[in-house]
């Protein structure tokens, strides 16, 4: 009886290790069932993500830079190609202008009015009371001398605009300008131009200069300079212009 005592005790273990041992064989070696009932789910590899708005911009941006970078090269050389160009077309006009004295021959015309006051090609203000000119090509800056054929008459004039457009004419005068020489009253009239400062306001021949020649009390002409910038001499002209209304600005030799 008491050796039946100390069996059951053996008994009851290897009954469990008899159930134990089917669920135990599929677990890989070391692994226990515990461990194989809940094992760790390994990471989800997570998918490409697709670019984000800023990466997008960004490259939008690089690509414009590079766009924009490709494009300089060539607005660097178009503006390369005019500035040749307008170098070729000053020099071929200076030669044109010291070659021979009269420019152009043909129809001028005058402009005031509601164009007063307004933009000029030069970038100042339109002053129909000063002594200016519009022409098509001439550089802005360029004094020109214009002379009514059939009176004679002539008037320094510094081209400020861009025009005439109208079919025939050659330049067109402020008002001051072609009142000076007798053209208000008809609108057109055929003249002389000649050229004779470059686009600083400088005498072409370095011989001459500016004055401003007005009429004394007994008559007599006074001139006023020599004036190396026709600017300068434009300035004393409007100064003396109220006292002396038939004030003008002429070239003579710089020595006297």
Same mark, same amino acid.
């Given at each position: 009886?008491?050796?039946? /005592? ?50 997008? =911009? ?13 494009? /300089?090269?060539? $607005? ?16 071929? +006009?200076?030669?044109? =202008?010291r070659e021979s004295e009269v420019l152009l021959s043909?129809?001028?015309? +005058?402009?005031?009015?509601?164009? $007063? ?7 100042? =203000? ?8 519009? $022409? ?9 001398? @214009? ?9 320094? @004039? ?21 009142? /000076?020489?007798?053209?208000?009253? /008809? ?5 002389? @131009?000649?050229? @004779? ?12 200069? +500016? ?27 409007? =100064? ?16 006297r």
């Amino acid at each position: 009886m008491q050796h039946l /005592r100390k069996l059951f005790p053996l008994a009851a273990i290897l009954l469990c290790l008899a159930l134990a041992s089917p669920a135990c064989a599929d677990a890989p070696p070391g692994q226990t069932l515990k461990n194989k009932k809940h094992k760790t789910a390994e990471p989800r590899k997570s998918a490409p993500s697709k670019s984000s708005p800023t990466k997008s =911009a960004l490259s939008r941006t690089k690509t414009r830079k590079g766009k924009a970078a490709s494009v /300089r090269p060539r $607005h660097k050389k178009n503006q390369k190609i005019k500035k040749i160009a307008a170098n070729t077309e000053r020099d071929i +006009w200076l030669k044109r =202008a010291r070659e021979s004295e009269v420019l152009l021959s043909g129809t001028a015309s +005058w402009y005031g009015g509601k164009d $007063h006051g307004g933009a000029t090609a030069s970038g100042i =203000a339109y002053d129909m009371y000063t002594f200016t000119a519009a $022409h098509r090509t001439l550089p802005i800056g360029t004094i020109v001398k @214009v002379t009514e054929q059939r009176n004679g008459r002539n008037v320094m @004039v510094c081209i400020t605009d861009r025009g005439p457009y109208i079919r025939g004419r050659i330049i067109d005068l402020s008002y001051a300008a072609a009142k /000076r020489i007798d053209l208000t009253t /008809r609108g057109v009239g055929k003249v002389d @131009v000649e050229v @004779v400062g470059d686009e600083n306001g400088a005498p072409l021949n370095a011989d001459k200069a +500016w004055y401003v020649r007005y009429s004394a009390q007994q008559g007599e002409k006074e001139n006023v300079g020599p004036f190396r910038a026709f600017a300068d001499a434009a300035a004393m002209h409007e =100064a003396l212009l109220q006292a002396h209304p038939e004030a003008e600005v002429i070239m003579d030799n710089a020595g006297r």
